[in-house]
């Protein structure tokens, strides 16, 4: 493990953000993170844990210490007839863990094809497409204490799950590394669990694109190409424009101002939450305030996507987060509900 001095983060986040780190390191096991905690030249320093960076907006040099958490390995802790229990370190790419998946007939995540990021990061806003979130597949995750460098197992209930929401962003931000994430999958080798394996295609426009593929008998090799064909036609490729994927949650308000709404914007859409209260699209919010498509010097809001704010090449990290601010208060002046960013802003 070595200690880099001012190093730019460009290449480590994909909004392209010539951000620069006081001291930068990448770890590959629990034990580089404890030798760091211990080291007396290092303990004082703060400290930001950074996955494969898509999910961050860095606004300024970090002054401190950046750890990219690089833990390789995917292995089988166990197997029973139907599921199979799989750990996967923290450095390994979320798409990488699901083209594993795929080639073993492993049911779970084929929904969450192609989300950028490292699987350490995943449980962190408990990542969410098409239906399917981690949580619904969540076994264990093995966590490193900061502060004394012990290994702590966080089960389900554990972890508080929400819409891109976990404690590790909430009450315990900033103290926890992640080092291990395991998954429980079904096995769709074996007959009895495909017959009983329900495919999640309701969401969106999975049936649509099934149909356009001609695919018609379900597999979860289909159902991930039917996403990585919707996502690859929406979401702007960040190795070719910089952005994070949705810069805002989908706000969640009340049946009551819903209705209030709808009865001034009939076509607005939302989605009824098991509450009662209501999900609407904040990239309809935002293409309705004149958003989408639209270029601010070097960042924008994304032609396709309203949701996704981009970097055009040479975009500061404030630039974008004052587009952000603007995007947020004339949401807020024409429909009078609050857009919270679900990227992580440094
Ligand atoms: P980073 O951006 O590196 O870090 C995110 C946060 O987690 C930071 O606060 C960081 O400090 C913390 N962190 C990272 N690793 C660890 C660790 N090991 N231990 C403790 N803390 C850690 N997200 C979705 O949910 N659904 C989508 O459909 C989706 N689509 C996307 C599409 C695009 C084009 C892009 C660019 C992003 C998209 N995202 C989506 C967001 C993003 O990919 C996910 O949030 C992803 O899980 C972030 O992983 P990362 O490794 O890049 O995290
Ligand atoms: N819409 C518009 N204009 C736009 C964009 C969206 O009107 O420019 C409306 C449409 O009504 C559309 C609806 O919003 O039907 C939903 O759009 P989409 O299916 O693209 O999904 P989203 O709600 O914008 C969410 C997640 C994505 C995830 C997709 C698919 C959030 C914040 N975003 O986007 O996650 O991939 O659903 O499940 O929940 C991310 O978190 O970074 C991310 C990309």
């Not at 819409?163 to 994430?181: A, H, N, P």
């Not at 495909?194 to 356009?212: A, M, P, S």
């Not at 695919?215 to 064909?229: E, G, M, P, R, Y």
């Not at 270029?295 to 309203?306: D, P």
């Amino acid at each position: 493990m070595t200690i880099e001095s001012n190093i730019s983060l460009k290449p480590y986040n994909t909004f392209g953000i010539d951000a620069r780190a006081k001291y930068f390191t990448e770890i590959t096991s629990a034990d580089d993170f404890r030798e760091i905690l211990g080291d007396k030249n290092l303990s004082g320093e703060k400290k930001l844990i950074l996955g494969g960076g898509s999910n961050m907006l860095l606004t300024k040099n970090y002054d401190g210490l950046v750890i990219r958490n690089c833990i390789p390995g995917i292995e089988i802790t166990s197997e029973a007839e139907h599921h199979v229990i799989v750990k996967a370190n923290a450095g390994v790419v979320w798409h990488q863990l699901v083209l594993w998946a795929i080639e073993r007939n492993y049911g779970g995540i084929e929904n969450l094809s192609l989300i950028p990021g490292f699987c350490g990061a995943a449980p962190m806003q408990n990542i969410g497409a098409y239906g399917v979130e981690i949580k619904d597949v969540f076994y264990e995750l093995e966590a490193v204490d900061i502060h004394t460098g012990d290994l702590v197992k966080f089960g389900l209930a554990d972890c508080e799950f929400g819409y891109r929401e976990s404690v590790f962003k909430g009450k315990y931000k900033g103290q926890f590394l992640i080092t291990s994430l395991s998954l429980r999958f079904v096995k769709l080798n074996s007959p009895h669990a495909f017959v009983q394996y329900r495919f999640k295609t309701d969401y969106g426009d999975i049936k649509e694109t099934l149909g356009q593929m001609q695919a018609f008998d379900l597999s979860i090799k289909v159902v991930s190409d039917a996403v990585i064909k919707i996502r690859s036609l929406k979401l702007p490729d960040p190795d070719k424009i910089g952005n994070a994927g949705s810069f805002f949650k989908n706000p969640v308000i009340s049946k009551e101002q819903f209705e209030t709404l709808v009865a001034k914007y009939p076509v607005m859409p939302g989605y009824l939450q098991k509450d009662g209260s209501v999900k609407v699209p904040a990239g309809w919010l935002i293409e309705q305030c004149g958003w989408k498509g639209k270029v601010v010097g070097n960042t924008g809001s994304h032609a396709t996507q309203a949701l996704v704010l981009v970097n055009y090449g040479h975009a500061t990290g404030n630039e974008i987060w004052q587009l952000a601010l603007d995007i947020q208060q004339s949401v807020k002046e024409k429909f009078g509900i609050e857009i919270l960013p679900e990227v992580n802003v440094v």
